[in-house]
């Protein structure tokens, strides 16, 4: 993503939740056609209201180490202020946020606001809304392919003093037509989650109406909250990321019953498995091994323990594509997160797979990625052996488990080295329901009711 210099029509400034619209208009007013012809268009194409109960970004805007505008998308910008923060404090430079750093931002921002300093840590910087020296936000990214309102929930912890709400504009350069800018415009809200879910009529109508309305929810899936429900009613598409999941199953299973209600879902770690779905589709592609699929009748995948959500529905589209039915789950935690799921095929023939959570020393971004996977079948005659292995952790247990058939491995190039905000932008651009994710889902389903 390249660098996208900005021009900032109104840095982020504190209104009153009921006069919101108000400014926004009058940002808008004073930009079209003033003394040096600049003319500035606001959003005209859809809201994006993010529920972030990540509070860290908000935390390095307060303290003036993060200059865009909070909305709960931490791309490289994001990235940018975590490493300065971690060098002015004394923190390691990575660029992700940890709860030590979490906690003394906490502690700095609680220290300026009794002295009244939030917010006058560096007016200079936040003033401006120049691009960072690693590129573009993926707030930047999305205004400059289509303009929109991004609005952004921040619940917060501690005592519940009611609301308090800012708004901003800026305008990516490149959009330049002649004289006139093509802009977004941002609404940051934060309190306590009783307090949102109080005037979640009034965030409602804070959408524009008339216009598509996407909702990133990026907290856990809990169905009694209120503002959570009425969110997911209104919106014409509801976006999760099943990887930060903290109770993996539950919350996988409550998604499966909102498609099943016909709810406008995208999950974006189901676009992380695609290169898997596709290499797996490719192996029985020449015609000589088409038939062979049908003789597939053990499953092996392994994945990085602690989420099993990849793994699941790798193995729900699987069966769904082969009409597998599921019979009976098992599971086994150790070292190892063993779960052992048996099929019925059409023709009442037994299928056994095993996702097989793996420990690992290195960590990687996205918890719970593939990193191989085996299909393969007791008929030894059968050419069907088919091994997929991550480009950085290899087959492991598949190469270490041999077998007396000849097997088929391929590498795969996975899709979590993408940003989940690059994953997002396309989700975005993208149109119409996903029939497969569905099917792969209702089948995920059935797997995970004969748990009980």
């Not at 500035?40 to 970004?57: D, G, H, K, M, W």
């Not at 070292?335 to 095993?354: H, M, Q």
């Not at 041999?402 to 590498?411: H, L, T, V, Y």
Request: aromatic share 8%.
């Amino acid at each position: 993503m390249t660098t996208t210099p900005l021009v900032s029509l109104q840095a982020p400034k504190d209104v009153d939740l009921d006069y919101i619209d108000r400014e926004l208009r009058q940002i808008w007013q004073t930009y079209t056609g003033n003394s040096e012809g600049l003319a500035a268009t606001r959003a005209s194409t859809f809201s994006f209201l993010v529920y972030e109960p990540e509070p860290t970004q908000p935390l390095l805007a307060a303290l003036g180490f993060y200059t865009g505008p909070v909305d709960g998308i931490a791309g490289p910008r994001t990235t940018s202020a975590i490493k300065a923060a971690q060098k002015e404090y004394g923190f390691e430079v990575t660029g992700v946020s940890s709860a030590d750093l979490l906690a003394r931002l906490q502690q700095e921002y609680e220290t300026f606001e009794e002295e009244g300093k939030v917010n006058l840590r560096d007016q200079s910087i936040l003033k401006q809304y120049s691009p960072d020296g690693e590129g573009a936000g993926m707030a930047d990214a999305i205004a400059s392919v289509n303009p929109c309102r991004i609005i952004t929930l921040c619940p917060t912890t501690g005592e519940d003093r009611g609301v308090k709400a800012q708004v901003s504009a800026y305008c990516p350069v490149n959009k330049r037509s002649s004289n006139s800018l093509i802009c977004c415009e941002y609404i940051n809200v934060t309190g306590v989650s009783s307090a949102l879910e109080r005037i979640g009529g009034v965030i409602s109508e804070l959408m524009i109406p008339e216009l598509p309305k996407y909702v990133w929810w990026k907290a856990g899936i809990d169905t009694d909250y209120s503002l959570f429900q009425r969110l997911k009613a209104e919106c014409d598409r509801l976006i999760i990321d099943s990887s930060t999941f903290v109770e993996p199953t539950a919350e996988l299973e409550r998604i499966a019953q909102f498609l099943a209600q016909d709810t406008p879902i995208i999950d974006l770690n189901w676009a992380r498995i695609a290169p898997w779905q596709e290499l797996t589709a490719e192996a029985f592609d020449p015609p000589e091994r088409r038939s062979a699929i049908w003789e597939v009748d053990q499953v092996v995948v392994d994945y990085e323990k602690g989420n099993k959500t990849q793994a699941l529905m790798y193995l729900g589209w699987l069966a769904s594509r082969l009409n597998w039915q599921p019979v009976d789950y098992s599971n086994e935690t150790g070292d190892y997160d063993i779960t052992k799921i048996r099929f019925l095929s059409p023709e009442g023939k037994e299928i056994n797979t095993e996702l097989a959570g793996v420990p690992l020393a290195d960590w990687g971004d996205i918890l719970g990625d593939l990193i191989s996977l085996k299909l393969s079948s007791t008929n030894l005659q059968a050419d069907c052996c088919t091994v997929l292995c991550s480009n950085t952790t290899g087959c492991m247990r598949m190469e270490a488990g041999g077998g007396a058939q000849a097997c088929r491995i391929q590498q795969v190039t996975s899709l979590a080295d993408q940003d989940t905000e690059h994953l997002l932008s396309q989700q975005l651009q993208a149109g119409g329901k996903d029939t497969l994710y569905r099917e792969s889902m209702d089948v995920t389903a059935q797997i995970l009711a004969l748990r009980k």
